[in-house]
């Protein structure tokens, strides 16, 4: 339900009419994040897992591969703990001294996810150059066989995720971790059997590059998202202009200044505007408003500062932030 008070504006030099409402329950207003703790669950469980079968086999087989892998992949369990840890922590309730709560943490976690899985793609392009200069031996059924279970345990955890990867860059920062693991291990089964089959050593490394490549690009895009909503950009999926006119045809407005979109979490807006509005404003107008601004640009915490006169506020002009 809309809520709304009357107080005086942070900027004391102006008395105007400022009013705040958080709108609920209307469409738009994402939650997602608050159904994925099984998903991290099952997902850290499941790896965790996979890391012990590969250290197991790993030393058993005496294959510094699997063993390798087993360390790579611990870096993914820790990823999903990183993430998992953001989504509680974003739950957090406000506080006096962070009046936020802590859902930017669910921001910084996909940074630092992003910045790993750059780490990793590095990795992966070392490793596949100096395979192209010293061919190794093929994989060794053992291998192959752990290969493809990681197939099925990176592809299913990545799956989990899914449905929230584009809602959610802390979501998508996961999803990515499994997807990449997942194709890395289907790289080693194919480059394999194609190796076996026709005795090409270069393919492992190759394909290997390709991944890595592909990794790149997925990592990059999410590296700059995170850089940007940390940087208090607008969210990729909101066009400014669309929410400036939105507001600047409402019933009575005359003008729209300072106004400010930004990301409080990987999945929640925030807006803050000045609106000038000669008939002053009234509880309904605020509900009606936040409530679009909700269902059209899924904004869930906008903050209005109705104005008589924009000419008084020293926040006007375009140049002041």
């Excluded at 592809?155 to 194709?183: C, E, Q, S």
């Excluded at 000669?278 to 936040?290: E, N, W, Y």
Aim: proline residues 2%.
């Amino acid at each position: 339900m809309a809520h709304s008070h009357q107080h005086h504006d942070d900027h004391r030099d102006h008395d105007h009419s400022h009013g705040h409402s958080h709108s609920h329950g209307h469409a738009g207003h994402s939650h997602a994040p608050a159904s994925f703790g099984a998903a991290f669950a099952i997902g850290v469980s499941l790896n965790t897992g996979f890391v012990i079968a590969e250290l197991v086999f790993g030393y058993a087989a005496h294959s510094l591969a699997l063993i390798s892998d087993a360390v790579h992949n611990l870096s993914d369990v820790m990823s999903l703990l990183l993430a998992w840890g953001a989504l509680w922590l974003a739950g957090r309730r406000p506080t006096d001294r962070h009046t936020y709560g802590y859902r930017r943490a669910s921001i910084l976690a996909a940074l630092i996810n992003a910045g790993v899985l750059l780490v990793v793609v590095g990795g992966i392009a070392v490793e596949a150059f100096d395979r192209l200069r010293n061919p190794g031996e093929v994989a060794g059924i053992t291998v192959l066989w752990v290969a493809a279970l990681g197939i099925a345990i990176n592809g299913a955890t990545a799956l989990l995720f899914m449905r929230g990867r584009d809602t959610d860059l802390n979501i998508r920062g996961a999803y990515l971790h499994m997807a990449a693991d997942a194709a890395v291990s289907f790289g080693v089964v194919v480059a394999a059997l194609v190796t076996i089959w026709t005795g090409w050593l270069w393919v492992d490394p190759v394909v290997s590059l390709v991944i890595a490549l592909v990794v790149l690009l997925s990592g990059w895009e999410l590296a700059r998202d995170s850089v940007n909503l940390a940087l208090d950009a607008v969210p990729r999926d909101i066009a400014l202009p669309e929410v400036r006119d939105y507001l600047a045809s409402l019933d009575g407005v005359s003008e729209v200044h300072d106004l400010h979109v930004w990301a409080m979490s990987t999945n929640e807006t925030a807006l803050t505007a000045h609106l000038v509005r000669a008939g002053g404003t009234d509880d309904a107008f605020l509900h009606r408003v936040c409530a679009e601004l909700s269902h059209r640009f899924n904004i869930q915490h906008p903050t209005l500062q109705i104005e008589a006169d924009g000419c008084a506020c020293k926040l006007a002009p375009a140049d002041v932030v």
